[in-house]
């Protein structure tokens, strides 16, 4: 066996040598190679903050750091459950669906002004149940009825979507109950309570990365599936759990949107998903899997809350802003992907 | 047991394979014509196609970004982009406001096909990226608005809405381009390499085929299609605006991936996006015929997407589900 797979060994060497002369390949080695390249979406955070504070010195004032980390509080929260997804070099579509389902079942269980119920808390606990209940649902969809995660996820999007809409009868519905609205409006140590929620979820994400088996093998499933299956992984629990998991962080968002909103409709997620998915990959996780994680999702949300915001102080055209976003991505992905490992690019 | 195995080995056989997205179709229409009687008449069915003809021409285009392993996102931009330049122009250029607009969709999808290729960034990302940036060369082309394609422009136009022998216009428009990519696909050299690119690419850059050009090729087509559907929607809502098909990319992919069309690439085709365009056009169709509860549609909609996947795609030639 070592006798045939040590000629495959080198021929993919050979590959990856001429492959160096491609222009990415010799930027990258001008540079330093991965170590430098691992550290691009930091260095694009850190020259674009230095950038828009040069312009306009109100971007480092305090009310305006704190407003820039109150809005970054839901697509850091979004962000973190799908990054766990793409890790496994699948794609969920459905996070407008699942978080308007949360954002509904908060509103429609807490003290609103359609219905009598006034369950508080209870009602958040429910929304994210709701919300890991959706995820879960997609993560047996797509290994139960072997569906690519892209038609399976797309499929509950409008699943949650049409959910939502129909419980709450087509309007807006406003959120009455004091305490959770608490979570936009009150404040510790001088920012709202839905940033350390935010705050809280990327450490349990970062948690459940870096120390569980469970962050282990989703890895190893990005990496290589069969690979990982091989090694005696658990591909389907670790694919519904991971999808559950994403499914409980988008609850939580949903849960933080309503508060913030102060009531829920049927466009709450509007454009949450592409903001989510250019959170990732612009913090440099890759799409094919098995590269990167939520250290990386945090830059990224950073990377482009920022941006929102310094257009927004710099007083930027809105119709130009969406061209720029997309400059920025395609700039930050060339800079960041390891792609002299890729041969095949996607 | 053996007579269930090889009832499998029917079921897993080629031609059934293929034929199944069809068979799906039938079924539909016949569940509908069943529950709400009259839906099969001559009339319903010319405006079935007709209210197919965008989404399907869509589609088209980008079936040949899946073909190759890739994905298109920036369609819906592209053809909001073509249907306020046609609106902009038409008073001032008349009929030559068509070929500048379905232009602008053929350099764009070059432009995509390019960052995809040359900066090797993933065409998910890529095409996401050049999306926005065409979403806003649209509204600040149009300043942010709807433009009403006013009386002046609508002669221009009024081609497009018309009948050719009981036929409506846009059905031949997009029979003609649905005719053009399955011969483009099925017996152009482009085509061939475009399967074989999805396929394996590795083989193909092994076999000496040019994939950088194959894959800028087709994303330049998928980048043209989508114009000209853009270009067919203004016409056909006398209005051009930065949003216009934004409610029209997750189905245009959802047509191909229902009609059979592997999202990893390299099997599949236009006849099969076809299918698939027709079964979500009369999903949606026939959940007003049926009289489902309009909040309710989304709902129907989503479940009956997965069922149709479910159902249509084939498993045989994809080694993992991701």
């Known amino acids: 066996m070592t006798i045939h797979t040590e000629p495959l060994k080198s021929v993919s060497d050979i590959e990856r040598t001429t492959l160096m002369t491609f222009l990415p390949g010799r930027i990258a080695t001008m540079f ?286 809105p119709y130009i802003q969406q061209t720029v976003q997309g400059l920025m991505i395609i700039a930050a992905v060339a800079l960041s992907l390891d792609r002299v490992r890729l041969r095949i690019v996607k | 047991m053996n007579e269930a195995f090889s009832l499998r080995r029917i079921f897993e056989g080629k031609w059934t394979q293929g034929a199944i997205p069809l068979v799906l179709l039938v079924a539909l229409l016949l569940i509908i014509e069943i529950a709400a009687p009259g839906f099969l008449t001559g009339e319903t069915v010319a405006l079935l196609f007709a209210n197919t003809a965008v989404l399907f021409i869509l589609a088209t285009g980008v079936t040949f970004a899946i073909l190759l392993g890739g994905i298109d996102l920036s369609i819906q931009a592209v053809a909001s982009l073509a249907s306020v330049i046609l609106a902009q122009l038409l008073p001032s250029l008349g009929l030559a406001a068509f070929p500048v607009a379905i232009l602008s969709g053929f350099a764009f999808g070059t432009l995509s096909g390019i960052v995809h290729v040359k900066l090797r960034v993933p065409s998910f990302v890529a095409t996401l990226a050049t999306g926005g940036v065409v979403t806003g060369i649209a509204l600040w082309v149009s300043d942010g608005r709807a433009i009403t394609i006013e009386e002046g422009g609508r002669e221009n136009t009024a081609w497009i809405n018309a009948t050719v022998a009981g036929l409506p216009v846009v059905v031949l428009i997009s029979a003609v381009i649905g005719i053009a990519s399955f011969l483009a696909l099925r017996y152009t050299r482009f085509g061939r390499q475009a399967i074989a690119v999805g396929a394996g690419e590795p083989a193909a850059w092994a076999a000496g085929i040019n994939v950088d050009r194959t894959k800028i090729i087709a994303f330049a087509a998928s980048g043209m299609l989508a114009a000209i559907a853009g270009v067919v929607l203004a016409a056909r809502l006398s209005s051009g605006s930065p949003v216009l098909a934004n409610q029209l990319l997750l189905p245009a992919i959802a047509a191909v991936i229902v009609g059979g069309t592997a999202i990893t690439g390299g099997l599949g085709g236009v006849a099969r996006t076809a299918v698939g365009a027709l079964i979500i056009s009369i999903v949606r169709i026939g959940m007003t015929f049926v009289g489902v509860n309009i909040f309710l549609e989304n709902m129907v909609f989503g479940a009956v997407l997965i069922a149709a996947v479910a159902i249509t795609i084939d498993r045989s030639k994809i080694a993992v589900i991701k």
């Open chain 1, 32 to 317: 330093g190679g991965r170590r430098w390249r691992s550290l691009a979406p930091l260095a694009v955070l850190v020259v674009l903050c230095l950038l828009i504070a040069i312009a306009n010195p109100n971007f480092i004032e305090l009310r305006n750091l704190v407003r820039l980390a109150n809005s970054a509080a839901v697509p850091l929260t979004l962000a973190m459950g799908l990054t766990f997804i793409i890790l496994m070099g699948s794609i969920d579509l459905s996070v407008e669906g699942t978080l308007s389902v949360s954002a509904m079942v908060v509103v429609l269980l807490a003290a609103n002004d359609s219905n009598g119920n006034d369950y508080g808390w209870w009602a958040v606990l429910a929304a994210i149940v709701a919300g890991t209940a959706m995820g879960f649902v997609s993560g047996l969809v797509q290994t139960m009825l072997r569906i690519p995660s892209f038609m399976a996820t797309l499929g509950m999007w409008f699943i949650g979507l049409g959910l939502s809409v129909y419980m709450l009868g087509g309007s807006a519905i406003r959120l009455n109950d004091a305490s959770i609205r608490e979570l936009a409006l009150a404040r510790f140590l001088g920012l709202p309570l839905a940033v350390w929620v935010a705050t809280g979820a990327f450490l349990l994400a970062a948690v459940i990365q870096y120390h569980t088996k469970l962050g282990r093998h989703i890895l190893a499933i990005g990496g290589d599936e069969d690979v990982a299956k091989l090694s005696g992984v658990n591909v389907v629990r670790v694919r519904v759990t991971a999808f559950a998991l994403a499914g409980f962080f988008f609850g939580i968002a949903g849960v933080l949107a309503a508060a913030q909103l102060g009531q829920s409709h049927a466009v709450i997620g509007d454009g949450r998903l592409f903001a989510a998915v250019t959170a990732v990959v612009v913090g440099g996780t890759a799409l094919t899997g098995g590269e990167g994680g939520v250290v990386n999702t945090l830059i990224g949300v950073l990377i482009v809350t920022v941006l929102a915001n310094g257009m927004i102080l710099l007083g930027i055209s």
